[in-house]
């Protein structure tokens, strides 16, 4: 039998669905993405940790989901919120449903509401705390109240210890390629990593290792150059502000992702501004400054730059369409870029693939 | 970069006649064009010779020229015109192969222009399959396993390879046309000897069968910086095997994870840069297989195509107006989003929070000869697309937007005659139109997902949904209708139940669940399609109705005008009716009335957001309008301008309170009433042929003693001749009364004494209550008989003059007035020796509005749509017919070569999809020129002409030989006519009929050794006698007349041979004012 759910916004809107997923309580800001496919990457990409994803695609569960498709171990975000699950999972890949993998991680998760109407809220609105409850006891009051205390999420707890990453890019008839041992080093600090991050560089000739977040500059000698991966949060706020201004001195080429990007410029006294809406989609238009050209980027962000206030050795490469947002960076004099969005994982996507094969391929030249 | 200011005027070239394949879709996409161009500043110079486009208005273009697209008159108008560039990507394959013409000719280089968006050899290198498939396996893509024949020896080696069942395509032709998969050698025989003859390079692609597999389609969007966007990636709900445009395609895909769909994109970008579509948009297909994932590209077009604009509209992104912009030289980048008010450019992939369904629209009944199974030739006629937020609701939507008489999953079968479980095995053997009904019966007889999918192939995503759909209906039918609560309604309502369905399973009207759902509170919203998927706010009001929380619709409190769409294309109303709404919004526009339109076809003009001020993208129901009308409340619905579809909804709208401007409908009723009609015809005095009502068999026979034969039979309230008939004695009328319909005291039968010979004019009018203003009046070319939607016509009339014709004016006049219309009004007219009949009046929005629109420089759409909000045609001005000097003939255009086993006889049934209109100084170069247009080929002079016509024709017959003989040709006839032609002193060949043994005139038609037919038959006998005749003439592509009116009019265009000139409609208009 379905369970009831609702989910109740800071600013009082309450929405009445049915659970999908585990039972109980969560609350966290919830966020929006428009990409229609990629839900079980969303879901377990660290960016979105300690957020509520609402998808305003309307229907979820369509593909089920497998394991390949993960992006880390675990489901990172909070909860899900969709319109409606698909009765029947039908993919040639699909291991598994979305509601039993939502259990199995014991995931919060509502459907039968009206997205769109809570897309139109965060829109309008801005940062917007919320709560999904579960069960047959379901309490406004109290989970407005919550929704109100939403925090912002943890740093991503990431790599405990340093490991080699043996994957590239999986293609047709032959499956993943080979980590090859002789290409040239490159570590990659895990701040919120994803797989398809640590394949892109595989696939471009990287011989790569993941690092925890906590690692020092020093430990990193031995390395070729440094990746600082995506993950949830502000940079302002995030421990490995440190070693992105250590490594920013170290003299080898460093390449940031999203948070890995920001924590750079924050190092050197950049400010930072949210993101109303908060970016998590696909598809989001980003022009090159130097050929005007145009990529489709995908969005895993709830802070950016402000571009007034970078520091004078970077230049700005990239620019959102969408929000005139800073998109990428490079430092003048110094082989160190960052990129605001994230690898879509094929072999000729534009954007941050094309951005981290160059990377990879100057190690190679 | 900003625009190319090389160039100052570019010429675009049209798509010509809707035909199956190329239908009103590429007027949207030319309409689109010409306003991107127009507002760049550019001179725009259009070619496209069907008059019943928006894209022709003559305030389109600065140069229209309404002329056949062939490359000789092209060239004609470049002469002309000398235009900067060409643009061909807009008029589908017919501008890409009349642009690839004119380059093989030299025309482009002689005169230096320069082809824009995608250059001569993309499109050669795209449509060209060896080199289509060279290029895929270069960038390291798969096709099919294929290979090309140029003859059937070389087909044979193909087949050696590729094996059973194999799929076979010609290159470059429409739609498809000619294609099919063959299971064993007499199939593959037929199809390639077919495909062979059919194609221009007599090449022909033998694909590996795909059947069964995923097919996806991406609309692909390239600029010259090499910026690449996907619109929208649709997935077919029909597995490979049926020709995209005859499957029902879903929007966006369903069953694709993210990888695969990355993929995809990818590929699709790596096709359009391989194959050089410089700045446009194109559509790329793929393959996939549902076991392995396994991906085949299957094909590319390079330009806006059918489902460009269905992805236009699912989107809410204009593909064929970027792609205009992006020819002279813009970047999407620097093309404002304006869905979005332009908060950021066109240079990104639309967001959608919806799910879109297409459902092709058939028109089988019309061709009760032709196979309905559906193969990769494609045969629909028409489309639909309906939103919803999943897809049941979408579907369902869809489905009653079809107007097939079905308002769900209504059952295919009677489950008391015979097993169903059987009935639905065999019926699923091959894909036909009715499968998804027959998936839902499969259901009700216990089979399930897995037995079905091993049917059919389709996807069990969709299956699952289906069979959820039918255990609703089983519960909804178990529970009652006084059991019905609130919830268990919305919840139906979220699946796109419709109140008649309900009703149905319920037992009770359609009125009485509107009713229990209007006191429960189910009321619909109405949501955005935004391109964002409400990430961005929109000032754009291009709205879907669903069943959820919050509505956007946020209706203005205006003064309102809203117009009823005419649905889906089928044979009798097709886009000469969206023309009519598209003119009544901007009339109402311009008099600044807040417009509303409702439609469900993704084709027209009519649903581009742009052209009222709010679109409901809606199934055009009772139900979908009321709920509308209950949220806009305008002031004024206009219903007679879509067709038949909102005539229908007239009477129950007006009965719902629903405020319908112009003509009662109750005068819609009082002209189709037979009884109602003849009241007023005997009234003012006026002539109708001799006519019965029968409710029986007997009581036909004994009524049609009465009236004598021949008659013209039908059931009443019949749609485009539906059903019509000419029966020429009793058994054929018994014969028609006992199997052609099922008469009866509620449907009973018309018999009409058939005037043989009688000269047929249609008259369009308009009156806004007090006056009356005639429009045009056409004299139609093939005598009374034939349908006039079938007939070419004259305006003004070529051989009528004087009395008759005020005679006509002051009937029409007459019967306005007393009908009391208020708008537009069609009455049909035959004149035997000196007596006019009225054979039938319409006060509504006819076909020919738009063809006569264009001869006489006015749109009687727009000055009856104004009459009809109360301004008098006085006060606009338009108080006095305009009689064009020269002459204007429209031509009709059928879709015979698509359906093998149909004959191509004309008849009292109508069966073209389109028009041409010729223009010229004379009758003979009209007539000519509309000819040419619609793909007819005259013969060469000194050609052989073969004659065989019925004995009332004989002694016109003779005149048509001897001027084919004093034009050098040589004649050929059969025994009876050549008698007649002996007799008269013409020099005549006599030939065996089929019946009469070998070689036979078919063979000769087979053999190439004849030229030109002219075959007129009366009685069924006859006619099926001469069927091989038709039939391998239109195979032969030999050009044929099958009256003795339009051979005598071939005649006279003969005459002038190629002496015709090129004008634009600007030129052709000013004259009218002098």
């Known amino acids: 039998m379905t369970v009831p759910a609702l989910l109740a916004l800071e600013d009082g809107s309450v929405f009445h669905g049915v659970s999908i997923g585990a039972s109980g309580q969560v609350t966290a800001e919830v966020v929006f993405s428009t990409a229609a496919s990629g839900y079980q990457e969303l879901l377990t990409d660290p960016a979105l940790a300690g957020k509520l994803l609402s998808l305003t695609y309307p229907v979820a569960g369509s593909v089920g989901v497998n394991a390949e498709d993960a992006e880390s171990d675990a489901v990172a975000a909070s909860g899900l919120i969709v319109r409606e699950l698909s009765p029947i999972v039908s993919n040639w890949r699909a291991e598994q449903s979305l509601p039993e993998y939502l259990q199995q991680h014991g995931i919060v998760a509502i459907a039968e ?51 080699l990453w043996q994957e590239g890019i999986w293609h047709w008839g032959q499956g993943y390629s080979q980590n090859n041992a002789e290409a040239p080093k490159v570590a990659v600090v895990d701040l919120g990593v994803t797989r398809t991050l640590l394949r892109v560089l595989v696939e471009a000739g990287a011989n790569v290792t993941v690092v925890p977040a906590s690692v020092s ?111 990428g960076l490079k430092w003048q004099n110094a082989s160190v870029q960052g990129f605001q969005s994230v690898p879509k994982g094929s072999v000729n996507s534009a954007g941050a693939d094309e951005l981290l094969r160059n990377f990879v391929a100057a190690l190679n030249a | 970069m900003p625009k190319r200011t090389d160039i100052q005027s570019i010429l675009i070239i049209g798509a010509g006649p809707i035909v199956i394949g190329q239908a009103c879709e590429f007027d949207y ?76 000719h030299g025309v482009l280089e002689k005169y230096k222009v320069e082809m824009l968006g995608a250059n001569a050899d993309a499109i050669d290198k795209a449509e060209d399959r060896s080199r289509f498939d060279k290029a895929m396996k270069d960038i390291g893509l798969a096709c099919p396993r294929s290979a090309i024949a140029h003859s059937m020896e070389e087909a044979y080696e193909v087949l050696e390879e590729i094996g059973f069942p194999a799929i076979i395509r010609p290159s470059f032709t429409l739609g498809g046309s000619g294609g099919g998969i063959a299971y064993n050698r007499e199939e593959f025989q037929e199809i390639c000897e077919r495909g062979l003859d059919l194609s221009p390079t007599k090449e022909l692609l033998i694909d590996e069968s795909l059947l069964g597999w995923k097919e996806y389609e991406m609309e692909v969007v390239r600029d010259k910086n090499d910026n690449c966007i996907i619109v929208c990636c649709i997935e077919n709900f029909d597995p490979m095997g049926v020709h995209t445009g005859d499957a029902i395609t879903v929007a966006p895909a369903q069953t694709l994870t993210d990888k695969e769909y990355q993929i995809m ?7 359009l840069r391989e194959i050089g579509v410089q700045a446009s948009g194109a559509n790329v297909q793929f393959g996939q297989c549902p076991d392995t994932g396994r991906l085949v590209v299957i094909e590319m077009n390079p330009r806006v195509s059918r489902s460009s604009a269905l992805a236009s509209k699912a989107t809410g992104f204009p593909i064929a107006y970027v792609s205009a912009k992006l020819a002279v030289g813009y970047t999407l980048d620097e093309i404002p989003n304006q869905v979005v008010g332009g908060q950021f450019p066109a240079a990104f992939e639309a967001a959608i929070d919806y799910v879109i369904t297409k459902i092709p629209r058939f028109n089988f009944e019309k061709f009760p000869a032709a196979d309905p199974t559906l193969t990769t030739q494609m ?77 059919t192939k389709i996807d069990p995503w ?59 509170g189910v009321r619909p919203v109405y949501k955005r399609v935004d391109t964002c998927a409400g990430a961005f706010e929109s000032p754009v009001s291009y709205m879907y109705s669903t069943y959820d929380e919050e509505c956007e619709a946020k209706p203005s409190d205006k003064r309102k005008i809203m117009v009823l769409g005419g649905g889906p294309n089928r044979i009798g109303q097709g886009i000469e009716f969206d023309y009519c709404c598209v003119h009544a919004v901007l009339a109402m526009r311009e008099d600044g009335y807040e417009t509303i339109m409702i439609n469900c076809n993704p084709e027209t003009v009519s649903t581009d957001y742009d052209v009222s001020d709010r679109l409901y993208f809606e199934p055009v129901t009772l139900e979908d309008v009321l709920e509308v009308v209950d949220k806009e409340k305008p002031e004024g619905v206009i219903v007679q301008y879509g067709g038949q579809t909102p005539l229908k909804l007239a009477q129950a709208l007006q009965a719902a309170g629903v405020p319908i401007i112009g003509t009662n409908p109750d005068a819609i009723d009082e002209a189709e009433d037979r009884e109602r009609f003849q009241q007023m015809v005997n009234k003012l005095g006026l002539k109708q042929p001799p006519n019965r009502t029968a409710r029986s068999t007997e009581e036909g026979v004994r009524l049609a003693a009465e009236i004598g034969y021949p008659l013209v039979v039908r059931p009443s309230y019949v749609l ?63 005598q009374a008989g034939v349908h006039s939607g079938d007939s070419a016509c004259s305006l003004p009339p070529y051989s009528l003059q004087g009395e008759a014709l005020d005679v006509m004016r002051e009937q029409t006049r007459a019967m306005a007035l ?223 007349n099958t009256t003795i009116a339009a051979a005598l009019a071939t005649c006279q265009a003969l005459k002038i041979g190629d002496q015709t000139t090129v004008r634009s409609l600007q030129e052709v208009h000013q004259l009218l004012t002098q």
């Open chain 2, 379 to 455: 045969k629909a006629v028409g489309e639909v697309m309906a939103a919803g937020r999943n897809f049941q609701e979408s579907l369902q939507k869809a489905v009653r937007a079809l107007e097939i008489d079905k308002y769900g999953l209504e059952p295919e079968f009677d489950a008391t005659k015979g097993d169903l479980r059987q009935q639905v095995t065999e019926a699923l053997a091959a894909p036909k139109p009715e499968r998804l009904w027959v998936l839902a019966d499969g259901f009700r007889a216990g089979m399930t997902v897995d037995e079905l999918h091993a049917l």
């Open chain 1, 113 to 163: 509401i009206d997205t769109r109407r809570l897309t139109r809220l965060i829109r309008d609105k801005g940062r917007m705390g919320a709560c999904i409850q579960t069960g047959d006891n379901l309490d406004e009051a109290a989970a407005i109240a919550a929704a109100k205390q939403a925090a912002e999420p943890a740093p991503w707890d990431g790599a405990t210890a340093e490991h």
């Open chain 2, 29 to 104: 996409s030319g309409a689109q064009a010409c306003k991107a161009l127009k507002e760049e500043g550019y001179r725009v110079i259009l070619v496209n010779s069907n008059p019943a486009t928006i894209m022709t208005d003559p305030a389109m273009a600065d140069a229209t020229y309404i002329e056949p697209i062939t490359w000789q008159t092209v060239a004609k108008i470049i002469e002309k015109e000398r235009p900067d560039a060409l643009l061909p990507t807009m008029g589908g394959q017919t501008a890409l192969n009349c642009a690839l013409e004119l380059e093989r």
């Open chain 1, 217 to 327: 500059a020093e430990a990193l000698a031995s390395y070729q150059a440094v990746v600082l991966s995506n993950g949830p949060g502000a940079a302002n706020a995030n421990p490995a502000l440190g070693l992105a201004k250590d490594l920013l001195t170290a003299n080898k080429p460093v390449f940031g992702v999203g948070l890995g990007m920001r924590l750079l410029a924050v190092a050197q006294g950049a400010q930072e501004e949210r993101l109303t809406p908060a970016q998590y989609g696909g598809s989001h238009p980003v022009r090159c400054v130097e050929s005007a050209k145009v990529e489709h980027t995908d969005q895993r962000s709830s802070h950016a730059l402000v571009a007034a206030s970078l520091p004078e050795q970077v230049v700005v490469t990239h620019i959102s369409l969408f929000d005139q947002s800073v998109q």
């Open chain 2, 818 to 1040: 007393e009908l009391g219309v208020v708008g537009l009004m069609n009455v049909q007219f035959a004149v035997k020796g000196d007596d006019v009949y009225v054979l039938e009046v319409n006060p509504r929005a006819s076909r020919t509005v738009p063809y006569i629109s264009k001869c006489i420089g006015h749109s009687l759409a727009k000055i009856a749509a104004r009459a009809m909000a109360g301004v008098s045609l006085k006060e606009q001005g338009f108080t006095e017919e305009i009689v064009p000097k020269h002459f204007n003939v429209k031509e009709a255009v059928f879709p015979f070569a698509k359906f093998s086993n149909v004959d191509p006889i004309l008849g009292p049934e109508m069966k073209s999809t389109g028009e041409v209109m010729g223009v010229g100084e004379t009758f003979a170069e009209a007539f000519s020129k509309a000819a040419l247009g619609a793909g007819e080929r005259f013969p060469e002079k000194g050609g052989t002409v073969f004659i065989s016509v019925r004995d009332a024709d004989k002694p016109t017959a003779v005149e048509v030989a001897q001027e084919l003989v004093e034009l050098g040709f040589k004649l050929i006839a059969t025994s009876g006519t050549a008698k007649t032609l002996e007799a008269a002193g013409v020099p005549v060949t006599r030939v065996n009929k089929v019946l009469e043994g070998r070689p036979h005139i078919v063979d000769k038609i087979k053999n190439g050794e004849v030229d030109m037919i002219i075959n007129t038959t009366e009685g069924k006998q006859a006619v099926r006698d001469s069927f091989t005749i038709r039939r391998s003439a239109l195979q032969g592509k030999v050009y044929y």
């Open chain 2, 462 to 520: 969709y299956l699952v949904q289906i069979e959820d759909l039918v255990k609703e209906e089983q519960n909804v039918a178990a529970q009652g209708f006084t059991a019905l609560d609130k919830d268990t309604l919305y919840g139906l309502k979220r699946k796109g139940f419709s109140d008649v369905r309900l009703a149905q399973l319920l037992g009770v009207k359609e009125s009485a669940v509107r009713e229990k759902r209007y006191e429960l």
């Open chain 2, 265 to 271: 994109r990818d590929a699709s970008f790596a096709i």
């Open chain 2, 720 to 782: 485009g001749g539906r059903a019509m008939e000419i029966v020429f004695n009793e058994a054929e009328l018994r014969s028609y009364m006992q199997n052609a319909v099922s008469v009866s005291h509620e449907s009973p039968v018309l018999l009409d004494r058939f005037l043989d010979d009688a000269i047929e004019i249609d008259v369009d009018a308009i009156s806004d209550g007090t006056d009356v203003v005639i429009g045009g009046i056409m004299e139609h070319i093939e």
